[in-house]
């Protein structure tokens, strides 16, 4: 009890600043609001750089699949402020960030009428103007590429064509499999699908080849997977292979995955690793896919995470990240 009471009391007191010491520390993370300028129109982005001085790391972080922002929230119920914890952590060791909306979405909105008439080489594109801008703000010869999710595949895309203004390229919890196969398993997975599961697989196979399905077709539960409106994305989207992608990198590449990750594997992350050998692989133990730390087997757990905003990251993720950003400066 004593040792309890001590490690307390020492916390507590580590916990206390002075006004100045906290002013100061918010004043070194304050963050601004970024442009980069596309063909079509202007993109926002937030960014997060520590310090004062020039030539300190920089990330580009970019979000997931549908709709979700620079944070990693999502209006159709994620809440976890994923990416924005991370950045704020990952300024905490040095490193700097710029986290951006996609296009036609968010504060993104400026010459993109239509968020749904996009492509991956679009985001890709994208990814590259705000790589360019990273490397500006921070005053530094190339920036890294951090890619959650589908955003790992759009920065597999881009890092094809980034040139020198590419670091290395992050990828956590990203496909390694074509998408297909992941939606195949996750249809097939959840019980819940059962008497809709022949529809849904032959939806997916129809995209696969590059056709597009017929919504009147689909019983109405379907439908809202396959909108009209986003099906020229999906065909898009499913033509990639990540491995593929991957074995043709010469940068450094980590690979980050949680090993309670409901919607993309390990056996991804595995994969990709497989493809580029020379990419350092690391697998947290319980992190699912939006970063946080879950009991295992624990659906109720796990979901709930998604829209907690003060759960934390997975013990040890940013470290992880920075170090290898760091390491290879």
Known sequence: MKRAALAAATLLCSCVVSP??????????AETVVEAQVEEGVLKGYMLLPGDR?????????????????????????????LKMLAEELAEKEIGSIRIDKRGMFASTTGFPDANDVRMTDYAGDAIAWLKVAR???????????????????????????????????????????????????????PANRPVLPQLL????????GEKVDVASLPGIVRPLFPESIQGFLIDLLSYKPAELIAKLRVPVLIVQGDNDLQVR??????????????????????????????KDN?????????????????????EIAGFIAGRR
Request: glycine share 12%; net charge negative.
């Open 266 to 295: 390990v056996v991804d992350a595995k994969n990709l690793s497989q493809a580029q050998p020379s990419a350092q692989l690391k697998i947290f133990p319980g992190m699912n896919h939006v970063l946080k730390e879950t009991p």
């Open 20 to 29: 100045s010491l906290a002013d100061a520390v918010a004043a070194r993370l």
């Open 202 to 209: 032959e939806a997916t196979r129809t995209l696969e080849r």
């Open 136 to 190: 500006e703000k921070a005053g530094t010869d190339c920036a890294w590429l951090v890619g959650h999710s589908e955003g790992g595949l759009v920065a597999l895309i881009a890092a094809q064509m980034a040139g020198p203004d590419l670091c290395g390229v992050v990828l956590v919890s990203a496909p390694g499999r074509p998408l297909g196969e992941i939606l195949r398993e996750q249809f097939t997975g959840n």
């Open 299 to 319: 659906l109720i757990a796990n979901f709930a995470a998604y829209g907690d905003a003060e759960m934390p990251l997975a013990a040890g993720l940013s470290d």
């Open 54 to 82: 020039s030539g300190q790391p920089v990330a580009v972080i970019i979000p997931g699949s549908g709709p979700t922002d620079h944070d990693g929230n999502n209006p159709l119920g994620i809440k976890a402020g994923y």
